[in-house]
């Protein structure tokens, strides 16, 4: 005759001591509650946070109208809880000119992408800094055009290979790539023009900080306000997220130096520009 083993659960020690659990890290208040669309590594949806955090912080999102141009960036609407506009391709800064006259109580901010705001919107970006727009640009820098297909944008790398140069850009076809950092600093109109990078936490602390000068530029009525996020683009990269963060440390961080390129907070003039800090070091 067998008998069957009776199974006896092992006993577990009873946890007298009292726990206590702190939440450290949570979603931004003016953060929608979904997923995102964006791929695998891409940077949008950390400039998103960087952008929702301050507007918690600064108690804005209650006066925030948000102008969203054509790109991936057209999607903030979808990820920040604040009124915004969709702008035309390229005319997110002449639309946010129109609100902010309109109605000079809110707090406007456009967000564009590199093909957006450097290639067709040109003209908007530099008429509306020189005039001095009271308004902040966020500009989302990662040297493509993301949502069209990967093609060569104003902010292209020489060699870097995208769908309209297959063998990389060529300086002598197609120009150098142009640092709008550099450019906006030199506008009569700009008080804070600011380049930052996405790439490193060390980096994204310093970016957060560069977007919280600009938003308090605008709410001081001081004048235009600018700030570049050097961002990843794996899918049209053509790399891992590894990859592309590394890229931008090793290749685009030289190209575009980050730092500060004008500040005219001090004094209330648009002085002298600011030697930009070395960046990636």
């Given at each position: 005759?067998?008998?069957?083993a ?6 577990v020690?009873a946890n007298?001591?009292?726990?206590t ?13 979904r ?13 998103h946070?960087?952008?929702?955090e ?6 804005l999102?209650k006066?925030?109208?948000a102008?969203?141009?054509?790109g ?11 009124d915004t ?13 129109g ?13 564009q ?5 450097a ?11 020189n005039?001095g727009e009271r ?7 990662n ?9 060569m944008?104003?902010t ?13 850009r060529?300086?002598d ?6 640092r709008m ?13 600011a ?23 605008q ?5 235009f306000?600018?700030?570049e996020?050097?961002s990843g683009?794996?899918?049209n ?6 990859a592309a ?10 190209y575009?130096?980050?730092g ?9 003039t648009?002085?002298s ?9």
């Amino acid at each position: 005759m067998t008998t069957k083993a009776k199974a006896v659960a092992p006993k577990v020690a009873a946890n007298t001591a009292s726990e206590t659990e702190e939440l450290v890290f949570d979603r931004p208040e003016s953060m929608v509650d979904r997923a995102t669309h964006y791929c695998p590594g891409c940077h949008h949806g950390i400039a998103h946070r960087l952008v929702a955090e301050l507007l918690d912080e600064m108690d804005l999102t209650k006066k925030t109208i948000a102008v969203s141009s054509i790109g991936c960036s057209v999607f903030l609407y979808n990820y920040i809880d604040v009124d915004t506009v969709e702008a035309p391709h390229g005319r997110a800064p002449a639309v946010a000119t129109g609100v902010k006259r309109a109605r000079g109580d809110k707090f406007v901010f456009t967000y564009q992408g590199d093909g957006d705001l450097a290639s067709i919107g040109m003209a908007e970006i530099m008429h509306a800094a020189n005039r001095g727009e009271r308004l902040t640009v966020v500009f989302v820098n990662n040297t493509v055009y993301g949502m069209t297909g990967g093609q060569m944008a104003p902010t292209t790398l020489i060699g870097q290979k995208t769908t309209t140069c297959p063998g990389g850009r060529c300086k002598d076809r197609e120009g150098s790539p142009i640092r709008m950092s550099e450019i906006i600093a030199q506008l009569g109109g700009v008080v804070f023009a600011a380049r930052g990078s996405l790439d490193s936490v060390k980096n994204i602390r310093q970016a957060k900080k560069y977007l919280k000068k600009a938003f308090e530029v605008q709410e001081q009525g001081l004048g235009f306000s600018f700030v570049e996020l050097l961002s990843g683009c794996p899918t049209n990269w053509r790399m891992t997220p590894l990859a592309a963060n590394k890229r931008i440390t090793e290749e685009m961080i030289p190209y575009f130096p980050l730092g500060v390129y004008r500040d005219s907070t001090a004094d209330g003039t648009c002085g002298s520009l600011v030697a930009p800090a070395e960046g990636g070091k």
